[in-house]
Each structure stands twice: as structure tokens, then as C-alpha cells.
T-cell receptor, first 114, second 111 residues
Framework: DAGVIQSPRHEVTEMGQEVTLRCKPISGHNSLFWYRQTMMRGLELLIYFNNNVPIDDSGMPEDRFSAKMPNASFSTLKIQPSEPRDSAVYFC????????????FGQGTRLTVV | AQSVSQHNHHVILSEAASLELGCNYSYGGTVNLFWYVQYPGQHLQLLLK??????LVKGIKGFEAEFIKSKFSFNLRKPSVQWSDTAEYFCAVKGDDKIIFGKGTRLHILP
């Protein structure tokens, strides 16, 4: 199994630009989570999906953030426009809902907004 | 709403010392509990998990954790740490469908 795949691994962009982060969950997993990790706030849950449907987006910091899951094998997290305070590592994780299993994490995308 | 609190933000130990990292959670119903480890520059990996049954859970690399329901706690322990245990450790709770993490504990082992 290839695991959770995120792209890109690193992204450097200028303030005001649109940024799109991508995630491919593990095949057969029907829950997908987006987290943001910073030194100050730790690991924050931004949004999660069950069966491609957003269930809880209360962690999305602002309207500049949006996430989609058009099918079971792909999700995006978009920031438009980006700001320097969005700089962080963004992790995607997936699991099989209803099973006694943990969430499996991708390698993360390190975003730097200058 | 569920929440997780990790007591120690930064712990420094010498090799062979014993380790205990505190974790308390808040949730009114049945929970699943996890400890993850993040080595420098890497993603989170599962150390151990509790879903049901024996409250003393054994994980990888000699780690264990005990679920004490009356104290809403799930502390992580290891009897003798190694330099390679230097990493950040996260406690997590799943109450409803979402998984919430504590802020993490940075563990530094002196050789």
C-alpha cells in the first residue's frame, strides 16, 4: 500500500497567491482529515470528510480556506489569497470509518508564504 | 466537544531513564485513544491505540499506555528510554468521528 500521498512536499509562494494542496487517501479509507501543524498551535484539525462529504469544517480558520473531496481518492485544500501567517506544515490523514483503526498520515506539505 | 491536554511541553531525560508523559482528555461518551510519534522532519506514526478491552495497551518500541477512565487519562510510559526516542509525542482522542490531538510533548534524550 502506498499510504497517504500528499503533494507538493514543499511550497513557497508569495503573499496573495492561491495555493492548492493535494491528498490521495489510502484506498478503501472513507474518512479524510486535514490538519495544520505550527509551533504555536500544535496540530489543529481543519476539516474532515466522511464518504466525500464535509462533516465538520469548524477548524477552518477563515473564508480564505476551502477544501473539497470530489471523489473517494482525491482531496484538495485551497488557500486564496495566502498570507504569511498561513505558513505551516499541512497534513492529510485517512482512516476507515467505523473500524477499530487509527488515522494514517501523509508526509505533509510544508507551506511557506513570503 | 472533545479535547486533549498534554501536561508536559518539553521533557529532557538521560538514556535509560524511565518516561511518563501525561495525557488527559475531555469527552462525555465512549472514546478511542491514541499516541503518535513524530520524528524530526517526518510525519506522524502510530505508537499505540486503545479501543476497548484491557486498559493497559502495549505498543511498538517498548512503549505502553494505561487508560484510566475515572481520571480521563491515557498516560504514555517507557521503562528505559533510548537516544533514538528523541521525537515529539502526541496524544489523540476520537469521540465522535473526528480525531483531536494534544499540543504535543517534545522529548529530548541525552546520550
Amino acid at each position: 500500500d502506498a499510504g497517504v500521498i500528499q503533494s507538493p512536499r514543499h511550497e513557497v509562494t508569495e503573499m496573495g497567491q492561491e495555493v492548492t494542496l493535494r491528498c490521495k487517501p489510502i484506498s478503501g479509507h472513507n474518512s479524510l482529515f486535514w490538519y495544520r501543524q505550527t509551533m504555536m498551535r500544535g496540530l489543529e484539525l481543519l476539516i474532515y470528510f466522511n464518504n466525500n462529504v464535509p462533516i465538520d469544517d469548524s477548524g477552518m480558520p477563515e473564508d480564505r480556506f476551502s477544501a473539497k473531496m470530489p471523489n473517494a481518492s482525491f482531496s484538495t485544500l485551497k488557500i486564496q489569497p495566502s498570507e504569511p501567517r498561513d505558513s505551516a506544515v499541512y497534513f492529510c490523514a485517512s482512516r476507515r470509518q467505523g473500524s477499530a483503526t487509527e488515522a494514517f498520515f501523509g508526509q505533509g506539505t510544508r507551506l511557506t508564504v513570503v | 466537544a472533545q479535547s486533549v491536554s498534554q501536561h508536559n511541553h518539553h521533557v529532557i531525560l538521560s538514556e535509560a531513564a524511565s518516561l511518563e508523559l501525561g495525557c488527559n482528555y475531555s469527552y462525555g461518551g465512549t472514546v478511542n485513544l491514541f499516541w503518535y510519534v513524530q520524528y524530526p522532519g517526518q510525519h506522524l506514526q502510530l505508537l499505540l491505540k486503545y479501543f476497548s478491552g484491557d486498559p493497559l495497551v502495549k505498543g511498538i518500541k517498548g512503549f505502553e499506555a494505561e487508560f484510566i477512565k475515572s481520571k480521563f487519562s491515557f498516560n504514555l510510559r517507557k521503562p528505559s528510554v533510548q537516544w533514538s526516542d528523541t521525537a515529539e509525542y502526541f496524544c489523540a482522542v476520537k469521540g465522535d468521528d473526528k480525531i483531536i490531538f494534544g499540543k504535543g510533548t517534545r522529548l529530548h534524550i541525552l546520550p
